[in-house]
């Protein structure tokens, strides 16, 4: 069997309520709608990202993230969840005591920033896709999702004067992983509640420009059917695949697959044609 060439993504922005993950939950079943295998792995000691995917709440779960990064490298098989409310979408749970256990890691560990890359490496291969959703902290969690990355997206909360509030810090900070992760590739600024017609989102979206160097060619527009699949516990498809909020990510997931060469024959037009523009 041959391998697969992974793509390990990092959704990653030290700002809280910035989408990063629904960014991760959708992008994930869409991704996984374009016949790509899908692992999501939430280091998120909240664990929205587990709650939502998985079938069983995190506290429920016996093996965690938090588990393998302690030094449970052996229960890796165990951690992964094949069976979750995605088709098509594997997880790996994350824990709340992931807040206290963080600086575990650090005093555990020679090189505290990669342990999460020796964790991943039998899954190198396996998925096409991997899908790091982590917390709004510039802290050992985060660094060790984007030091173990392909790829990174930083969302920005489009609709706030204060959306792009640190985004020079983080930017340090990446620059920073750089030198134990020199191919880390960045895929863009993803504007999230984006409405080109406000003048405030329109500022945003230029300083993303400025100050992050790329901002991916779709946005993610406002919507109440992300706390509907939230509440459901589906993917925004299943709430209304019609809706232009569906077609955002569907999108998003062909950008991405197109972008990061898993599928370059896919064109954007395909998942637009005949859909109506409805919320």
């Given at each position: 069997?041959?391998?697969?060439?992974t793509?390990?993504?990092?959704?990653?922005?030290?700002?809280?309520?910035?989408?990063?993950?629904a960014?991760?939950v959708?992008?994930?079943?869409?991704?996984?709608?374009?016949?790509?295998?899908?692992?999501?792995?939430?280091?998120?000691?909240?664990g929205?990202?587990?709650?939502?995917?998985?079938i069983?709440?995190p506290?429920?779960?016996?093996?965690?993230?938090?588990?393998?990064?302690?030094g449970?490298?052996?229960?890796?098989?165990?951690?992964?969840?094949?069976?979750?409310?995605?088709?098509?979408?594997?997880?790996?749970?994350?824990?709340?005591s992931?807040?206290?256990?963080?600086?575990?890691?650090?005093?555990?560990?020679?090189?505290?920033?990669?342990?999460?890359?020796?964790?991943?490496?039998?899954?190198?291969?396996?998925?096409?896709?991997?899908?790091?959703?982590?917390?709004?902290?510039?802290?050992?969690?985060?660094g060790?999702?984007?030091?173990?990355?392909?790829?990174?997206i930083?969302?920005?909360?489009?609709?706030?004067?204060?959306?792009?509030y640190?985004?020079?810090?983080?930017?340090?900070?990446?620059?920073?992983i750089?030198?134990?992760?020199?191919?880390?590739?960045?895929?863009?600024?993803?504007?999230?509640?984006?409405d080109?017609?406000?003048?405030?989102?329109?500022?945003?979206?230029?300083?993303?420009?400025?100050?992050?160097?790329?901002?991916?060619?779709?946005?993610?527009?406002?919507?109440?059917n992300?706390?509907?699949s939230?509440?459901?516990?589906?993917?925004?498809?299943?709430?209304?695949?019609?809706?232009?909020?569906?077609?955002k990510?569907?999108?998003?997931?062909?950008?991405?697959?197109?972008?990061?060469?898993?599928k370059?024959?896919?064109?954007?037009?395909?998942?637009?044609?005949?859909?109506?523009?409805?919320?």
């Open positions: 069997m041959n391998q697969k060439n793509k390990v993504v990092t959704i990653a922005n030290h700002k809280g309520g910035c989408g990063k993950t960014t991760v959708h992008l994930a079943a869409e991704l996984a709608q374009l016949d790509l295998s899908v692992l999501v792995i939430d280091l998120d000691p909240q929205n990202a587990s709650t939502h995917i998985g069983k709440h506290s429920e779960v016996s093996v965690t993230i938090k588990d393998l990064l302690l449970g490298y052996s229960k890796l098989v165990e951690a992964v969840q094949e069976e979750t409310n995605f088709k098509g979408v594997h997880l790996i749970s994350s824990s709340l992931l807040t206290t256990e963080e600086d575990k890691i650090k005093d555990n560990e020679p090189r505290p920033l990669e342990v999460l890359g020796r964790i991943i490496k039998p899954l190198l291969g396996v998925y096409d896709v991997i899908l790091i959703d982590t917390p709004p902290s510039l802290r050992t969690l985060t060790n999702a984007l030091s173990c990355a392909t790829d990174y930083i969302p920005i909360f489009s609709g706030s004067q204060y959306g792009m640190g985004v020079l810090d983080l930017q340090a900070y990446i620059e920073k750089r030198y134990i992760n020199p191919n880390l590739n960045l895929l863009g600024a993803l504007l999230i509640r984006h080109e017609r406000q003048l405030m989102c329109r500022a945003i979206k230029e300083s993303a420009k400025e100050q992050i160097g790329k901002v991916i060619p779709i946005d993610i527009s406002s919507s109440n992300i706390d509907k939230a509440a459901l516990k589906v993917s925004i498809r299943e709430v209304d695949a019609t809706a232009k909020i569906a077609r990510f569907r999108q998003l997931a062909i950008w991405v697959a197109k972008e990061t060469g898993l370059p024959e896919l064109q954007l037009t395909t998942v637009i044609e005949g859909e109506e523009e409805n919320d």
